[in-house]
Each structure stands twice: as structure tokens, then as C-alpha cells.
């Protein structure tokens, strides 16, 4: 189930610090804001277009004549603060980083001296610049394919296919790309044997007669300028569906073993119904075991040409 797309992926995961998932709802960091909170100043935090951290930020505050009042770097998890309180007033908050794009947003600082900014996204600098045309290979080592189903109501189960492949033809006329991709449906991996099992039978997968998921491009819709909506057909159980991905395109670069990569995020959500998967369990008045929608994850790395030997 991949898509037409590319990128830095995981680009200078040197200088960046954890997903978002770490970076938003860390403890500590937490705390400390609330500290820096109650002196007063500024708080945001910077982020890549992919939730990754960016330590080597600087946060620039200037007021509305244009002049400096405050600048702050990073901490390790992308957190900009400026300890002193400021006037109340608006405020223009400028974030810079090597290698990206500066972003700009308006606080208004209250009575209290401080704002909280949110968050800043920074793009590479240089715009959006397109992988050549030809054929990118899936590079299944540096890819995932996850699938989510919420559980009981109130929480989620993610299962990954660990058994995939495909390709990309990237077109003169990026319109007319397509993909093709494979997935072999017993790769099924959410880390519990006997879950894996029933996933694998007739109930869901039933890989025995539908040993593999296809997906098939038929067209490519922009909606940004480095997002785009791929049509394609879904192949699974044996019954085809049309399925849209939500694409975001991230960027080009070198790899270490002289070939150059290109990576992209992509989502979908699909009905089971739609694939002939009725089986679930009534727990309660109204609560279903599994969910009815799944969402799909994809993180993808492609390699211009055909898959070079690697070692991570």
C-alpha cells in the first residue's frame, strides 16, 4: 500500500529529537515550562513538517515596531522559552534553524507577561523540489505499514505488516506517476501470537486463500505543494475497493551506500466491512470489541533505481 512521494524521511535525526509522541507529552518538560511559566515570557515549541524536534532552533521575538525584545534557543526536545516576562501586547515570533525555512506567528502576551506560542513547523529550505523521474524502488528495511483499530471504545490495537514491497514510476508530468505495491498478508506482527492468529484466519486476513494485499495506483491529485491525494485500488480478501492516501511529501537525499532515497508519510482509513470482514464481539450495550474503520499508516523510504545491498 505505498504511494507516489519522497523525502528526508528521518532527515538529520542527529540534530532532531523524538516524534511528537515523546516531544508533546514529556513530563519534564512539562514542568520546567510551568516554572518558566510562572516568571513569565514566551513558550513554543519547533517542530519538522514530520513531528520531529528541531534542537537547533532559535525563537526570535520582535515587538510591533520591528524591534528585538527577546531570543531564546532550543532545548533537546524543541522547546523554546524566554524567561523574562514582556508587556502585554502582540508580538511576532520568528523561528530559524541551518538547512529550513523560517516560520513566523503572533503572540499575544496578557497581563501575566507570557504566551504559550504553540507550535512552529519548519519546512526544508528551498521549497518543495520533486524526485527525478524513473523508477524508486520500496525499501522495506527503512518503511513500515502499520494498521490501527480501536479496541473496546477507548483505546487502539496497531498491527504491522513486516512482509512488503513495491514500486514507484515517477512521470514527467508527476500527475501521471504510479505506484504498485504488495503486502503479504501472514506478515501480520501486533505482537501477540494469538491475536496474530485470528488475524490471519478466515475471520480477517484469511491469508490461506488471500495470501497477499495489492494496492494500484490510477491517479494523483495535488492539494499543496508538497501534499497530494493518490486514487488507487485496494486489493484484499479478494475484493477491490477504491482507496484515496493522504500523502505528504517530505524531500530527497543521499543515503550511505551512494544512492539517493526518497521518503513520504501516507494514510488512509478503510471500512472492514468494505473487505468482507464482519467478524466482531458485543462487549456491552453498543461497545464492539473492535472498531469498524481501520486507519493506515504508512512511512516510506524509496531508492531511485533497484534496491542496493545495506547493513541498517
Not at 73 to 83: I, L, N, P
Not at 168 to 188: H, L, N, P, Q
Not at 260 to 285: P, S
Amino acid at each position: 500500500m505505498t504511494t507516489m512521494g519522497a523525502g528526508h524521511g528521518r532527515a538529520g535525526e542527529g540534530a532532531h529529537g523524538t516524534p511528537s509522541e515523546a516531544g508533546d507529552g514529556h513530563a519534564g518538560a512539562g514542568r520546567a515550562a510551568g516554572a518558566d511559566g510562572a516568571r513569565g515570557g514566551l513558550r513554543a515549541r519547533v517542530r519538522t513538517r514530520d513531528n520531529w524536534a528541531v534542537r537547533h532552533a532559535v525563537l526570535t521575538v520582535t515587538d510591533m515596531a520591528g524591534q528585538q525584545v527577546a531570543r531564546a534557543a532550543a532545548d533537546e526536545e524543541g522547546v523554546v522559552r524566554t524567561a523574562e516576562p514582556l508587556p502585554p501586547g502582540p508580538y511576532t515570533v520568528i523561528a530559524t534553524a541551518v538547512g529550513y525555512a523560517p516560520a513566523a506567528a503572533t503572540a499575544l502576551v496578557t497581563a501575566t507577561g507570557r504566551a504559550d506560542v504553540g507550535t512552529l513547523v519548519l519546512a526544508r529550505q528551498g521549497g518543495v523540489e520533486l524526485p527525478p523521474p524513473g523508477t524508486w524502488s520500496l525499501d522495506p528495511v527503512h518503511s513500515s505499514v502499520t494498521a490501527i483499530a480501536q479496541h473496546l471504545g477507548i483505546s487502539s490495537i496497531r498491527g504491522r505488516f513486516l512482509g512488503f514491497g513495491g514500486r514507484v514510476e515517477i512521470a514527467e508530468d508527476i500527475e501521471e506517476s504510479r505506484v504498485t505495491a504488495v503486502i503479504e498478508a501472514a506478515s501480520i506482527d501486533s505482537g501477540n501470537d494469538m491475536r496474530d492468529g485470528h488475524l490471519r484466519s478466515a475471520d480477517f486476513l484469511d491469508v490461506a486463500h488471500f495470501p497477499q494485499i495489492t494496492y494500484a495506483s490510477t491517479g494523483l491529485t495535488p492539494v499543496g505543494s508538497d501534499r497530494w491525494t493518490v486514487h488507487g485500488d485496494l486489493t484484499m480478501r479478494g475484493v477491490v475497493r477504491q482507496v484515496d492516501l493522504d500523502l505528504t511529501y517530505l524531500g530527497t537525499g543521499q543515503d550511505p551506500w551512494g544512492g539517493v532515497r526518497a521518503a513520504y508519510r501516507a494514510t488512509a482509513e478503510l471500512r472492514r466491512e468494505d473487505f468482507a470482514m464482519h467478524y466482531n464481539q458485543v462487549v456491552a450495550a453498543g461497545i464492539a470489541a473492535i472498531g469498524t474503520t481501520l486507519r493506515v499508516e504508512l512511512d516510506i523510504q524509496t531508492v531511485q533505481g533497484d534496491l542496493p545491498r545495506q547493513t541498517a
